[in-house]
């Protein structure tokens, strides 16, 4: 026999037509159970075994379909945890994240889901939760203006900003685009990804350590910086950086394997007072290859094995100061 069972947190809402057809997932005894918007789109209901409902989570994760034209309302409703799965289109937003999501676009190929933005030296997405924002499947673009598009009052942004929490990003390509008053072509003076505590917030969150930076299968163009942040990337590629490619200052730690760095004005992996460790990755074509340094108290401590650093500017491997710990298999 099966039961009707309404989803903990939407009795009230009543402007659900457009969710008509988006799914959930529930984690019952017996494994996933099925959930769907009801045939009046007013509320949502899970059947299931009367004997698996005592096994329900009070907050299931829900999955929410959205497509360019109700993406903002959808991410207005979206609930903590939740999944917002992207139709293929092109979505024009400046768009900032206060609650942990999910944003998965629907297919394999990055190239078919695409968040962009018109304004020049604006982040495209920028997070500001505790929580972990995930992003899957996706091509992010902002537009960048002038060389020093990465300061913008007072402030580095990035096409993709963090000020809060952490963030995981998935088979996703996250660049510029060029304005036509930049000039010529040249590096990319923003980082693609930037994580970094918010001065200006009042949120005691994030001023803690911001967890970790998590990429697998991603491309960069114009680098990852990450304040105070344990970033760990796999099948990364990251190139075209004006700075560093990938820079975690002030204590964090940076773990990259078969990742590819190339074609950077300076480091391919900085790191100030942290760990770096590196395992069958290529360097190539940049100004350092990997750069070590000190800032005030601190050490840093790095452990390269099975990788390739060649072609740079100036040096391979750069380590300054005297507190390091270098280790090359």
Same mark, same amino acid.
């Given at each position: 026999?099966?039961?009707?069972?309404?989803?903990?947190?939407?009795?009230?809402?009543?402007?659900?037509?457009?969710?008509?057809?988006?799914?959930?997932s529930?984690?019952? +005894?017996?494994?996933?159970?099925?959930?769907?918007?009801?045939?009046?789109?007013?509320?949502?209901?899970?059947?299931?075994?009367?004997?698996?409902?005592?096994?329900?989570?009070?907050? %299931?994760?829900?999955?929410? +379909?959205?497509?360019?034209?109700?993406?903002?309302?959808?991410?207005?409703?979206?609930?903590?945890?939740?999944?917002?799965?992207?139709?293929?289109?092109?979505?024009?937003?400046?768009?900032?994240?206060?609650?942990?999501?999910? &944003? +998965? #676009?629907g297919?394999?190929?990055?190239?078919?889901?695409?968040?962009?933005?018109?304004?020049?030296?604006?982040?495209?997405?920028?997070?500001?939760?505790?929580?972990?924002?995930?992003? !899957?499947?996706?091509?992010?673009?902002?537009?960048?203006?002038?060389?020093?598009?990465?300061?913008?009052?007072?402030?580095?942004?990035?096409?993709v900003?963090?000020?809060?929490?952490?963030?995981?990003?998935?088979?996703?390509?996250i660049?510029?685009?060029?304005? %036509?008053?930049?000039?010529?072509?040249? %590096?990319?003076?923003?980082?693609?990804?930037?994580?970094?505590?918010?001065?200006?917030?009042?949120?005691?969150?994030?001023?803690?350590?911001?967890?970790?930076?998590?990429?697998?299968?991603c491309?960069?163009?114009?680098?990852?910086?990450?304040?105070?942040?344990?970033?760990?990337?796999?099948r990364?590629?990251?190139?075209g950086?004006?700075?560093?490619?990938?820079?975690?200052?002030?204590?964090?730690?940076? !773990?990259?394997?078969?990742?590819?760095v190339?074609?950077?004005?300076? #480091?391919?992996?900085?790191?100030?007072?942290?760990?770096?460790?590196?395992?069958?990755? +290529?360097?190539?074509?940049?100004?350092?290859?990997?750069? &070590?340094?000190?800032?005030g108290?601190?050490?840093?401590?790095?452990?390269?094995?099975?990788?390739?650093?060649?072609?740079?500017?100036?040096?391979?491997?750069?380590?300054?100061?005297?507190h390091k710990?270098?280790?090359?298999?």
């Amino acid at each position: 026999m099966s039961e009707s069972v309404l989803i903990h947190g939407l009795e009230k809402r009543r402007d659900l037509n457009f969710l008509k057809g988006s799914l959930l997932s529930v984690e019952g +005894r017996e494994g996933r159970l099925g959930v769907s918007i009801d045939e009046h789109a007013v509320r949502e209901q899970v059947f299931v075994k009367s004997e698996n409902l005592s096994h329900l989570p009070h907050n %299931p994760m829900q999955i929410l +379909r959205a497509s360019p034209e109700t993406f903002a309302r959808v991410i207005e409703l979206a609930p903590p945890y939740s999944t917002v799965s992207l139709q293929p289109g092109r979505y024009e937003v400046n768009l900032i994240i206060h609650t942990p999501i999910t &944003l +998965r #676009g629907g297919a394999a190929d990055p190239e078919d889901v695409v968040f962009c933005t018109q304004n020049t030296n604006i982040p495209c997405i920028v997070t500001q939760t505790p929580g972990r924002v995930s992003l !899957e499947n996706l091509k992010v673009i902002s537009t960048e203006s002038h060389a020093n598009a990465s300061y913008v009052q007072g402030r580095i942004n990035g096409t993709v900003t963090v000020l809060g929490g952490g963030v995981e990003i998935r088979n996703c390509v996250i660049c510029f685009n060029r304005h %036509p008053d930049s000039g010529s072509p040249g %590096p990319y003076a923003t980082p693609a990804v930037h994580v970094q505590h918010d001065a200006h917030s009042d949120d005691p969150c994030s001023v803690k350590a911001m967890g970790k930076v998590l990429l697998q299968d991603c491309k960069l163009k114009g680098g990852l910086l990450a304040f105070r942040a344990d970033v760990w990337g796999e099948r990364v590629e990251v190139t075209g950086a004006a700075e560093h490619a990938v820079r975690g200052p002030a204590g964090g730690s940076i !773990e990259l394997v078969y990742s590819d760095v190339f074609g950077n004005e300076r #480091g391919g992996v900085v790191c100030e007072n942290g760990k770096v460790r590196l395992t069958n990755c +290529r360097f190539s074509q940049n100004g350092v290859g990997v750069l &070590l340094s000190e800032m005030g108290e601190g050490a840093t401590d790095l452990k390269v094995v099975d990788c390739r650093i060649t072609s740079h500017r100036h040096l391979g491997i750069g380590l300054l100061d005297t507190h390091k710990s270098a280790t090359l298999a």
